[in-house]
Each structure stands twice: as structure tokens, then as C-alpha cells.
Nanobody, 121 residues
Framework: QVQLLESGGGLTQPGGSLRLSCAASGSIFDIFAMGWYRQPPGQERELVAVILGNGNTNYGHSAKGRFTISRDSTKRTAYLDLNNLKPEDTAVYYC???????????????WGTGTQVTVSS
């Protein structure tokens, strides 16, 4: 079983910063991508950022210039640095990964349970 464990969410003021972490564990043969989606209250889930196995990154519109995704491959962990946060960044942030659990299997999509980020004065 593959598990994604998120941490680092919380409450911060506008202009503040947070770092989210997502650690993958369990039966893992290869990780093709790890990333973050978010779902603001009453809205659809949207892409924040993703980092591919080759290190390339892709950002959603709301993240460009303020958020940075990185990873530590040895720890199977992805990080999302959130800077200059705004009230509209308030959302549940979900870790997402494309993982091949074993050499016998194809890759599948896995999701974390989410971590709340609240930006408020």
C-alpha cells in the first residue's frame, strides 16, 4: 500500500509563508510525479504545482511567482513553499502522486487526505 502523508498546513496572516511537506511511503517501485492540488471552500479542486521524475516543474496560474515546489528523492518527499500568502489561498491542499507500486504493476494516482491552509488577519 502506498500512503501520502501531508504536513505543514495551518493559519497565517496575509503576506505570510508556510511550507507543506508530502512524504510517500509503502510499496514504491518508481515515482513519476508528485504535486499539490487545492480546493478552496465551495470551489473545484485545482492544480497548484507538480514536479516530475526528471525534475521539471509545472505550476497552476495562482501559484506562479509565489509558490515553489521541490523534492528530496532520497526521502520520497515533495515540498511546497507558499510565500506572500493571500486570503484567497485559503483551501485544503492535497498531495498527489503518480507512483508505480511494483515492477509488475502500472503506475497509479494516489492522494493524501489533505491539509488545511488558512490565510486570515
Amino acid at each position: 500500500q502506498v500512503q501520502l502523508l501531508e504536513s505543514g498546513g495551518g493559519l497565517t496572516q496575509p503576506g505570510g509563508s508556510l511550507r507543506l511537506s508530502c512524504a510517500a511511503s509503502g510499496s514504491i517501485f518508481d515515482i513519476f510525479a508528485m504535486g499539490w492540488y487545492r480546493q478552496p471552500p465551495g470551489q473545484e479542486r485545482e492544480l497548484v504545482a507538480v514536479i516530475l521524475g526528471n525534475g521539471n516543474t509545472n505550476y497552476g496560474h495562482s501559484a506562479k511567482g509565489r509558490f515553489t515546489i521541490s523534492r528530496d528523492s532520497t526521502k520520497r518527499t515533495a515540498y511546497l513553499d507558499l510565500n506572500n500568502l493571500k486570503p484567497e489561498d485559503t483551501a485544503v491542499y492535497y498531495c498527489h502522486a503518480e507512483i508505480r507500486p511494483s515492477w509488475r504493476e502500472n503506475s497509479r494516482t494516489f492522494w493524501g487526505t489533505g491539509t488545511q491552509v488558512t490565510v486570515s488577519s
